[in-house]
């Protein structure tokens, strides 16, 4: 059985393996080395109301995670926070996403959290399916955004009203 939580200390190699490997191999992120252990850490510690670092764990795995965090860093922004989810290629398919989603944007909309933005790189049908299907609109495409494996790729941002 898989169930969703909050991210402990001992997820976060789990986390970052699953990151590591999008990294490396996909474009889900443009992150062209893996972040080190502080960038989870710094995740893991945020006290901020609207920051959440949730996993997906099977059986003591990570199998997935998503979190939120502050958008920009300006305080106009504070109740804003933007989005970001990612799956183990084994756990792909499953509804692990919409679980990690639903669990993810129930806390940040409890803590007062008023939207959610979320950045996908293009193109990314499973994730844009995903967005939609918890609510997201899409804003907008900009392309040529970012460049990784030798090609240009478009982002596009997605926004979800919390209330």
Known sequence: MTTVRTATAADLAGAAAIYDAEVRGGISTFDLEPPPE???????DSTEAGDHFLVADHGGEVVGFAYAAPYRPRPGYRLTRETSLYLAESARGQGLGRRLYDELLAR????????????????????VALHEACGFEHLGTMREVGRKFDRWLDTA???????
């Open 38 to 44: 502080s960038y989870w850490q710094h995740r893991l």
């Open 108 to 127: 940040v909309r409890a803590d007062g959290i008023h939207v959610a933005l979320a950045l996908i790189a293009l193109p990314n049908p499973a994730s």
């Open 157 to 163: 941002w997605y926004q979800r009203l919390l209330g």
